[in-house]
């Protein structure tokens, strides 16, 4: 298996403009995480899904973001509009299923820098 | 919800001593205790996880210990080497399908 697949690996947009990360989780995985990281705040859970659907999204930081997993092989990660402050690296990470070791498999991460 | 606090935030060591992060948790019904090593602009990979009904695992030179009556646990690098040098997050979760909280990390330098 190729691992979690994320794109884009690095994203420069301006301040106001829409920006859509992707993700593709391991095969058979049906957990599915979205994780910011910044030096300030160290790894921070936004939102998880399992079977597609959202779990918990107590950390998406305001309606500006979204995510959706419209199956179980793909994930979005939206922000609309984007601002300067969600600079940050971006990582999905999925699971296997419940009665196995519980490891999260992350992603390369999606890189996002707002002018 | 969960809270985990994680010290020091930098360890500096002479390459062959050992190296301790230690980690605290809030939540008394957390059961698993990843530990993840994330090199410079890479992702985190997990190195060794512990469950509450143990209280040591140990893998090479890798060991994590875990105190529940405490609410802490602590990862053990023994014969520190430069490869070693990363950032180490530790980690809490309740149960299987919960969501895993996560230290602020340390930043761990090994000079040789």
């Known amino acids: 298996d190729a691992g979690v697949i994320q794109s884009p690996r690095h994203e420069v947009t301006e301040m106001g403009q829409e920006v859509t990360l992707r993700c593709k989780p391991i095969?058979?995985?049906?957990?599915l995480f979205w994780y910011r990281q910044t030096m300030m705040r160290g790894l921070e859970l936004l939102i998880y899904?399992?079977?597609?659907?959202?779990?918990?999204d107590s950390g998406m930081p305001e309606d500006r973001f979204s995510a959706k997993m419209p199956n179980a092989s793909f994930s979005t990660l939206k922000i609309q509009p984007s601002e300067p402050r969600d600079s940050a690296v971006y990582f999905c990470a999925s699971s296997p299923p419940s009665g196995s070791t519980g490891e999260l498999f992350f992603g390369e991460g999606s890189r996002l820098t707002v002018l | 919800g969960e809270n985990v606090e994680q010290h020091p935030s930098t360890l500096s060591v002479q390459e062959g001593d050992s190296a301790v992060i230690k980690c605290t948790y809030s939540?008394?019904?957390?059961?698993?205790f990843p530990w993840y090593k994330q090199e410079l602009g890479k992702r985190p990979q997990l190195i060794i996880d512990i469950r509450s009904n143990v209280g040591e695992k140990k893998d090479q030179r890798i060991a994590v210990t875990l105190n529940k009556t405490a609410k802490h646990f602590s990862l053990h690098i023994t014969e520190t080497q430069p490869e070693d040098s990363a950032v180490y997050f530790c980690?809490?979760?309740?149960?299987?399908?919960?969501?895993?909280?996560f230290g602020a990390g340390t930043i761990l330098r090994v000079k040789s």
């Open positions: 095969s058979g995985h049906d957990y």
């Open positions: 899904f399992n079977n597609n659907v959202p779990i918990d």
């Open positions: 939540d008394s019904a957390s059961n698993y």
């Open positions: 980690a809490a979760r309740k149960r299987y399908g919960n969501k895993l909280v």
